[in-house]
């Protein structure tokens, strides 16, 4: 099983970016792919994340309305459309798969770098 995300960069503030995960050899039992995100200095936080079968989406408070996650079952990959971008939007982004039968997320991929500049 190997995450594979990718769009990460450096973007002005108020820009856009995509990021993407392909989650290969997943083709198991799924209960949520998510984003993450982890700043330096700052805990890890969950950004967003999407039942897989149920297609609902939930986003922290703080990207709500800026963020739009989507996925590709038949890919088994999920995107993070990320506008209206914000310097404490910086941070590594991270996907990750929450297994059916698992308590938590446990396959994370290998993280991408966003950058926001002011």
């Known amino acids: 099983v190997q995450l594979q995300a990718s769009g990460g960069g450096l973007v002005q503030a108020g820009g856009s970016m995509r990021l993407s995960c392909v989650c290969s050899?997943?083709?198991?039992?799924?209960?949520?792919m998510g984003w993450f995100r982890q700043a330096p200095g700052k805990e890890r936080e969950l950004v967003a994340q999407i039942g897989w079968l149920s297609g609902n989406i939930y986003y922290v408070d703080s990207v709500r309305g800026r963020f739009t996650m989507s996925r590709d079952i038949a890919k088994n990959a999920i995107h993070l459309q990320m506008n209206s971008l914000k310097p404490e939007d910086t941070a590594v982004y991270y996907c990750a798969v929450h297994r059916s039968g698992r308590s938590t997320y446990e396959l994370w991929g290998q993280g991408t770098l966003v950058t926001v500049s002011s």
């Open positions: 050899g997943c083709s198991f039992s799924k209960n949520y």
